[in-house]
């Protein structure tokens, strides 16, 4: 086996606005492994607030060697000597987890949600993110969502109020809310709550900021909405610690590692009786069609990151009738647009 990576900028369609930051590229890694006459794709996505660069992620590859391996089939044993190779570093760990699932998938000539038994048809509806903006972007973001019938709305400033009254301006379409640890009083918290669930909104992601546990808990307890983890959970580890901090967690390939990670997050959380959000980063179709192999085992799915991004060297999943879905092709359905771009 043969592990090829190269670094890439993505570049967004809009200027990104979070509570904590702002930012228009995104620093991803693609990785390709061959094995026979077969090659799996993968992806590393690296926003800032993680911790990892195109440095840190050509670091860590550098000194992944497959050579040891006979067989893309001792995916076990590879990922566990992934995984030790150094703490940390989930992106770059994903990177190599999707591109050995890749390459499975189409030796076995199976999508992996065939694999792994998931009916297709089940995939809920994808949110699409909306930045925080001005007004008049605001409004024109809202357009462009047109195929999508769900909207995420990035809030925690201090005009969450008036983003949402903009947005209930020019549609009636329901909304999610990720907050990005950005509410920083309960009580004030609870309030916004109730009056965005008259405002049709479906969950609240990440609300307060994650060391705040107690907060975190009380706020679970009260809300009317599902409060979901998202910067609070970012491996396996952390799951069975957020059951009655929050009612749900969102899965991220880039957070926990990659797609057997997310896969064991996501029997862990219903063994927990919660709720299973997926999500992505800005991503290309490479990594965002990985993460829609798992979408129809989940509640709420948010895979728009190919969709915030203009030079996606990949065609995979795609958008019907508001669902992102995974399409039939094997491993995880993606293809190179310019054949030569690892050269
Ligand atoms: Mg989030």
């Given at each position: 086996m043969k592990l090829t990576f190269k670094s890439y900028t993505l570049h967004l369609k809009h200027q990104f606005t979070l509570a904590q930051s702002s930012r228009s590229t995104t620093p991803v890694v693609l990785t390709k492994i061959e094995y026979e006459n077969y090659?799996?794709?993968?992806?590393?996505?690296?926003?800032?607030?993680?911790?990892?660069?195109?440095?840190?992620?050509?670091?860590?590859?550098?000194?992944?060697?497959?050579?040891?391996?006979?067989?893309?089939?001792?995916?076990?044993?590879i990922l566990n000597y992934v995984d030790k190779i150094a703490p940390k570093n989930s992106a770059?760990?994903?990177s190599v987890d999707i591109a050995?699932?890749?390459?499975?998938?189409?030796?076995?000539?199976?999508?992996?949600?065939?694999?792994?038994?998931?009916?297709?048809?089940?995939?809920?509806?994808?949110?699409?993110?909306?930045?925080?903006?001005?007004?008049?972007?605001?409004r024109e973001k809202v357009k462009e969502a047109a195929p999508y019938k769900i909207l995420k709305v990035k809030l925690g400033r201090d005009n969450d109020k008036e983003i949402v009254k903009v947005i209930r301006s020019v549609t009636d379409k329901p909304i999610a809310v990720d907050i990005n640890q950005g509410w920083k009083d309960r009580e004030q918290a609870l309030d916004l709550i109730y009056w965005l669930k008259e405002q049709n909104t479906l969950f609240i992601e990440q609300p307060m900021p994650k060391d705040l546990i107690d907060d975190l808990a009380w706020l679970t307890s009260k809300s009317p909405l599902p409060i979901i983890a998202d910067e609070g959970v970012q491996g396996i580890a952390d799951v069975v610690k957020a059951k009655d901090i929050y009612h749900g967690i969102n899965i991220k390939l880039m957070k926990c590692g990659g797609m057997r990670n997310a896969r064991e997050m996501l029997s862990i959380a219903r063994a927990l009786g919660m709720q299973v959000m997926l999500g992505c980063m800005t991503e290309t179709s490479c990594a965002v069609s990985a993460a829609a192999q798992l979408a129809a085992a989940v509640d709420f799915a948010d895979l728009d990151g190919n969709l915030l991004i203009s030079n996606d060297p990949f065609d995979g999943l795609e958008v019907v009738k508001g669902k992102a879905l995974a399409n039939n092709e094997p491993g995880i359905g993606v293809d190179l647009i310019d054949e030569n771009f690892f050269d």
């Open positions: 090659v799996g794709y993968g992806e590393a996505s690296m926003p800032p607030y993680l911790g990892e660069s195109h440095e840190t992620v050509i670091k860590f590859l550098s000194k992944v060697d497959l050579k040891q391996f006979k067989d893309p089939f001792q995916l076990a044993d770059a760990k994903a050995l699932h890749d390459l499975l998938g189409k030796i076995m000539n199976r999508a992996w949600y065939q694999i792994w038994g998931f009916t297709k048809e089940k995939t809920p509806l994808t949110t699409y993110t909306i930045g925080i903006d001005s007004e008049e972007v605001i």
